[in-house]
């Protein structure tokens, strides 16, 4: 296996019981998934891995992201707008703060 230069984790609001609960699932994080995949390959960002995640506890600024090892957190995460700016910023090394939790 390749080890990924990045991994995003999206939060799907799985709990423990393996329901989906939460806002990141409400709001259609899991819908995103095959979308920010699709343009990791067309932009040639073959070195970042994807993986949906339990809930990442920030409910009230959902849909999450979260890009590591920056450790880069972002909300509200709804469309596919918002994934194209966020990997923007990313292949120019930088950080779409319109979208980072603090």
């Known amino acids: 296996m390749q080890k990924p230069e990045k991994h995003i984790l999206i939060c799907a609001s799985f ?30 960002l073959d070195d970042i891995f994807v993986s949906m995640t339990g809930c990442l ?6 849909p999450a992201m979260v890009i590591y ?8 995460v709804e469309t596919e707008e918002d994934v194209d700016a966020i990997l923007d910023a990313l292949e120019k090394g930088e950080i779409a703060d319109e979208y980072v939790l603090t």
């Open 15 to 44: 709990r423990a019981s393996g329901e989906p609960q939460g806002i990141c699932h409400k709001k259609g994080s899991v819908n995103l998934v095959p979308y920010l995949e699709s343009e990791l390959m067309d932009r040639g």
């Open 57 to 62: 506890k920030v409910c009230d600024r959902g």
């Open 69 to 76: 090892p920056d450790n880069t957190w972002y909300g509200g």
